[in-house]
């Protein structure tokens, strides 16, 4: 029972328990007169009666500090989804609030943990079982060590340093310590070498770039390639055997804008935002199949962000996908 918490200050309900103490003091004596109750015994019945209407009040101002202490302890066991009863408007009330929205926090970032170490385990497992499986074939004398078998385990072996590397990236751009190092360059450059980086993942796609010569941007170059080649890499994965992927750049007002357009399937109508999310993927089996981890576009939002930009997704007509990234003029660094 909680009969002061519309009140909305721990001051006015501290008031409120003392005058109605008073107020049951005063009552008690006029009663004792009334009943000839000798002088003696209204100080005492008056002190235990104004101390058990307190000890009611106070229980009630309490109790959301007794169950936080209680979903504490339990979330220190590791139960995430303990909620305290946060219906007093007063300080307290606000502090139980503040409890609840902290460990629907802490609930989040638990289940992120779990899905993340669940992910890695998975994307790890892949590539090292298919090292494994050929490296006991040719141990066993199943297969030939011929370049073939080479090859296949240096792409598990790439797609493994690939996969690190990403974790890393992700990992230093959310705790922060990635500051940008940002300059005025020629954006085609940047472009040119993304591309070129890109066709040697993709050499059966057709990339073509549209920049301007003396197109400017003011952004961290290096974290701009990373972006384009994260986009790149993406749309290449995506796109049909002898597919057409495109980037083009230009500049607007304060700005400058880059898309990158495949001719892959598309993203689902829903999906434009958890594209973003850690290891999502709108097609799993395909970009499993493929080696991708679903942690690029992820990156790539980050590196945006850092630089106060934008970037989403958007269909294309008949077929694939656009995204777009705006980079402001000096936006934060």
């Given at each position: 029972?909680?009969?002061l918490?519309g009140?909305?200050?721990?001051?006015?309900?501290?008031g409120?328990?003392?005058?109605a103490?008073?107020?049951?003091?005063?009552?008690?004596?006029?009663?004792?007169?009334?009943?000839?109750?000798p002088l003696?015994?209204?100080?005492?019945?008056?002190?235990?009666?104004?101390?058990?209407?307190?000890?009611?009040?106070?229980?009630g101002m309490?109790?959301?500090l007794?169950?936080?202490?209680?979903?504490?302890?339990?979330?220190?066991?590791?139960?995430h989804?303990r909620?305290?009863?946060?219906?007093?408007?007063?300080?307290?009330?606000?502090?139980a609030?503040a409890?609840?929205?902290?460990a629907?926090e802490?609930?989040s970032?638990?289940?992120l943990?779990?899905?993340?170490v669940a992910?890695?385990?998975h994307?790890?497992?892949?590539?090292i079982?298919?090292?494994q499986?050929?490296?006991?074939?040719?141990?066993?004398?199943?297969?030939?060590?011929?370049p073939?078998?080479?090859?296949?385990?240096?792409?598990?072996?790439?797609?493994l340093?690939?996969?690190?590397t990403?974790?890393?990236?992700?990992?230093?751009?959310?705790?922060?310590?990635?500051?940008?190092?940002?300059?005025?360059?020629?954006?085609?450059?940047?472009?040119?070498?993304?591309v070129?980086?890109?066709?040697?993942?993709?050499?059966?796609v057709?990339?073509?770039?549209?920049?301007?010569?003396?197109?400017?941007?003011?952004?961290?170059?290096?974290?701009?390639?990373?972006?384009?080649?994260?986009l790149?890499e993406?749309?290449?994965?995506?796109?049909?055997?002898?597919?057409t992927v495109?980037?083009?750049?230009?500049?607007?007002?304060?700005?400058v804008?880059?898309?990158?357009?495949?001719?892959?399937?598309?993203?689902?109508?829903?999906?434009?935002?958890r594209?973003?999310?850690?290891?999502?993927?709108?097609?799993a089996?395909?970009?499993?199949?493929r080696?991708?981890?679903?942690?690029?576009?992820?990156?790539?939002?980050?590196?945006?962000?850092?630089?106060?930009?934008?970037?989403?997704?958007e269909?294309?007509?008949?077929?694939?996908?656009?995204?777009v990234?705006?980079?402001?003029?000096?936006?934060?660094?």
């Open positions: 029972m909680r009969p918490d009140l909305r200050s721990i001051k006015l309900k501290l409120a328990a003392i005058v103490s008073v107020v049951v003091s005063s009552l008690v004596s006029i009663a004792g007169v009334g009943l000839g109750v003696l015994w209204w100080p005492v019945v008056s002190a235990v009666i104004a101390l058990g209407l307190v000890q009611v009040l106070a229980h309490t109790s959301p007794r169950e936080m202490a209680d979903a504490a302890r339990a979330m220190a066991k590791g139960e989804g909620r305290v009863r946060a219906t007093a408007q007063d300080e307290v009330g606000d502090l609030r409890f609840n929205a902290m629907a802490l609930e970032v638990d289940r943990r779990r899905d993340l992910n890695v385990s994307e790890l497992r892949t590539p079982s298919a090292l499986a050929v490296l006991e074939n040719v141990v066993d004398g199943v297969e030939a060590p011929e073939d078998v080479f090859r296949t385990m240096l792409r598990q072996t790439e797609r340093g690939r996969l690190v990403q974790l890393l990236d992700l990992s230093r751009l959310e705790s922060g310590s990635v500051p940008l190092q940002r300059s005025t360059f020629h954006l085609g450059s940047v472009i040119d070498d993304a070129e980086e890109c066709r040697l993942h993709g050499p059966t057709v990339i073509r770039a549209s920049c301007p010569d003396d197109l400017c941007a003011d952004a961290d170059p290096e974290r701009l390639h990373q972006v384009l080649a994260n790149l993406n749309a290449v994965r995506h796109s049909p055997p002898d597919g495109e980037v083009r750049a230009w500049r607007d007002a304060h700005a804008s880059l898309e990158v357009l495949d001719e892959g399937p598309g993203i689902p109508e829903g999906d434009a935002e594209v973003f999310d850690r290891f999502y993927r709108a097609d089996a395909r970009a499993s199949d080696g991708g981890a679903g942690l690029g576009l992820a990156i790539a939002r980050w590196i945006v962000d850092l630089h106060g930009g934008d970037i989403r997704p269909r294309r007509q008949p077929r694939g996908c656009r995204m990234v705006v980079i402001p003029d000096g936006g934060p660094s």
